[in-house]
């Protein structure tokens, strides 16, 4: 058995990295966690994170830089995040604690799509079942947390950003307005983002690769007493014409209306404490077709909606050695799409199919976390049981899955749990970390009820089952961080040993939908499936201002026959260095990955090159008055390599050079 290994970025200042250790008190046991947390700093804070990220990045690249989540790349916009190889039908992908789900049959709306890095203060990213709080996932849990003032007297203070990018013209116009007291603040920002086509690496133009991208938020809080918080956030989020090279269809339009309203309490009954209570709801629009594209040979307009209702309530109690938290949350979602396919002949009738038949689901929870601490360790024990229904509300929809399961109920009821423990020793500043858990989830919408959807990646269209069985999986994670003299090294390991692993799998018997698919495939569980994870990290200070990160990680993936499943990561690298003085800081990076060996040609796959990519930045700050101006230039693909990653659908290639200048100025 290979174990894992998802090092961890040691924290200098604000960037990327893991949480940094604390030392344990015996009389306030402070959690810690794997998770990974990625630091988006506001414009006009610290200026060391610039040389860990561009800073106008979009939110994809800043998870594409994060040690445990991969990109699946339809486009240059809304990237699919995979956490242990998994994707989202695996995790739980929540904003500020919300559980949000996409509209779109062919997940070309991830959660995080419907945010900007303008709204968000960082990323936490857990693995397995260290993310049961948020949900009930196998592969693990991405939260993006909004950013807040806070109750601190700050007053006025706004910022005004833009930048440019050379390879797609892409240009990036922002503004923040923020005020806070000691008894209120807000925050408030609009960003606006606008890409042509990009060009690969061979000077090709990539047709369809082109988005608009508008974003608006406000958080704002009131503090009643020094104990006592009102919180609300609001999200609009709009884009507009996005091409997607890798699929015979595009986006015109996707929208998302995001808001949330929560009271926080210090203290709360008896010895319990940090209480917060949200509500929050979501709704989601997103409308593909082909209308941009030439010769279709029959057109198609795939609306989805999705509305998500739901609320949580947490608090923590710390006795006698023990700090627990729990918490109690639940939602409410309803999924609905539909195709209508008009033919080219205007005497032909059009045809009109539900491929999410309006599905409700109902999901409530319970969630409880008990952290000690003892002389040089600490051991966790967490724990969460869920509750969920859903209803096929559509009549048509039923009954055109009772074509194929002429038994399906309508209502369905399913129980999940999750249970995990992880224990942690200290010895001479050397980490162990060992954790077993269990958790399994419930199948996707599109899993379960899915009706004809077309994977343009295998070429297949699929089908739902709604008879499929909960996916389980059994975790072993292993970790050890090595400290020395100027920096420190680490390895981490896991291993998941997935029950009844759903994929898809072709049906002989049925007939296509779509024109020029190949097959159909159906849901199913399979027996068994093993994922391994490995990887090695080292960070070093070579000097008071220069430091040193690297990273290298092994993946494999197999079901009960020793089938490659797909979207493994073959072995992958980077390494960086890093200079950074009190007003300037520059980065140096490589990153690449050998041949993708291990590919599965049934699900679409084919070999993928090994590749390396060398990009640079310099940044630098200029004091006006009690003003800041930061400046930033940088080189992406510094020798306009073409290449293609094995996430990348239908190998689409990556952007080559490009060339980009970022401004941002913040008014005190």
Known sequence: MALLALCCLSFHGKGIGQEVPVPIDQDSILPINLAEVIVIAPIYKDMEHRTYQKSLATLDGYLESSQKVSMIKRGAYAWEPMINDMASERLSVTIDGMRIFGACTDRMDPVTSYVDVSNLSNVHIASGQQGAKMGNAIGGALDMRLEKSGFVQTDWKSAVETGFESNNNASIYGYELNYASDSFYIDSDIIYRDANNYISGDGQEVAYSQFTKYN???????????????????????????????????????????????????????????????????????????????????????????????????????????????????????????????????????????????????????????????????????????????????????????????????????????????????????????????????????????????????????????????????????????????????????????????????????????????????????????????????????????????????????????????FISPLTYSTSFRYSLPKFSASLSLRGAADQVNFNSEFGEDRTSAYNVVSLSVAKTFFISDDRLDAQVGVENLFDTYYSTYTDWNNIPRMGRNIYLTLSYAIN
């Open 216 to 566: 608006v938020s406000v958080n704002t809080g009131v503090k009643f007493s020094e104990s006592q918080k009102l919180l609300a956030s609001f999200i609009f989020d709009e884009a507009k014409d996005v091409g997607y090279p890798a699929l015979p269809m595009d986006v015109s339009l996707a929208r998302a209306f995001i808001s949330s309203l929560s009271w926080v309490q210090d203290t709360f009954l008896g010895n319990l404490y940090e209480w917060e209570t949200k509500i929050y709801a979501n709704s989601i629009s997103h409308v593909m077709d082909d209308s941009q594209r030439p010769n279709v040979p029959i057109r198609m307009d795939m609306p989805g909606w999705s509305d998500t209702y739901g609320f949580y309530s947490q608090a923590r109690l710390q006795s006698r050695g023990h700090k627990w938290l729990f918490k109690w949350d639940g939602f409410y979602n309803k999924s609905l799409a539909e195709m209508t396919m008009y033919p080219n002949n205007p005497n032909e009738a059009s045809m009109f199919m539900l491929t999410w038949p309006d599905v409700r689901t109902l999901n409530t929870g319970l969630f409880a976390e008990n952290t000690m601490a003892f002389e040089n360790s600490v051991l966790t024990i967490a724990g969460r049981i869920s509750a969920q229904g859903t209803n096929v509300a559509n009549e048509f929809g039923r009954n055109s899955l009772r074509i194929f399961y002429p038994s399906m109920e309508q209502i369905q009821a399913r129980f999940l749990k999750s249970l995990s423990t992880e224990y942690r020793y200290n010895f001479k500043n050397v980490e162990l970390v060992n954790g077993v858990s269990y958790g399994d989830r419930a199948p996707s919408v599109s899993e379960a009820f899915g009706f004809y959807l077309f994977n343009s990646f295998d070429n297949h269209d699929y089908i739902g089952d709604p008879n499929l069985k909960n996916e389980g999986a059994l975790e072993l994670t292993s970790k050890i961080s090595l400290p020395f003299k100027s920096g420190k090294i680490g390895a981490e390991g896991n291993f998941f040993h997935t029950l009844n692993y759903i994929l898809g799998e072709i049906d002989p018997t049925l007939s296509t939908m779509t024109i020029g698919a190949d097959g159909v495939k159906i849901y199913r569980n399979l027996e068994y499936a093993n994922l391994y994870n490995v990887s090695l990290n080292g960070v070093r200070d070579m000097s008071k201002n220069l430091k040193y990160n690297g990273l290298v990680s092994y993946h494999r993936g197999v079901d009960q026959d020793s089938r490659n499943l797909p």
